[in-house]
């Protein structure tokens, strides 16, 4: 269980822990791209074309580097 302090991007992990409790990292950025997608009007015009992009790119590839995980997550725990 969560501390009561705990916060809404706490929570979200949380979420995406119990869903992907296997810890499977082509799942989890699936999860994040997805969810962010059904939130794009709450994103600047720079996070629509960045997340459009590399959403693209993992339909291709299949993966996203480091980097590009790390702006999806801080985009991802911004929302609701």
Same mark, same amino acid.
């Not at 501390?3 to 706490?10: F, G, K, N, R």
């Not at 794009?40 to 995980?69: A, I, M, P």
């Given at each position: 269980?969560?501390? @009561? #302090?705990?916060?809404?991007?706490?929570?979200?992990?949380?979420?995406? /822990?119990?869903?992907?409790?296997? &810890? =499977?990292?082509?799942?989890?950025?699936?999860?994040?791209?997805?969810?962010?997608?059904?939130?794009?009007?709450? @994103? #600047?015009?720079?996070?629509?074309?960045?997340?459009?992009?590399?959403? /693209?790119?993992?339909?291709?590839? &299949? =993966?996203?580097?480091?980097?590009?995980?790390?702006?999806?997550?801080?985009?991802?725990?911004?929302?609701?």
């Amino acid at each position: 269980l969560l501390p @009561l #302090t705990a916060t809404s991007a706490d929570r979200k992990w949380l979420r995406i /822990d119990m869903a992907l409790a296997a &810890g =499977d990292r082509q799942q989890q950025i699936s999860y994040m791209l997805n969810h962010c997608a059904d939130f794009t009007e709450r @994103l #600047t015009e720079w996070e629509r074309q960045f997340l459009e992009s590399v959403t /693209d790119q993992f339909e291709q590839r &299949g =993966d996203l580097s480091n980097k590009q995980v790390e702006v999806v997550e801080k985009i991802y725990c911004r929302l609701p």
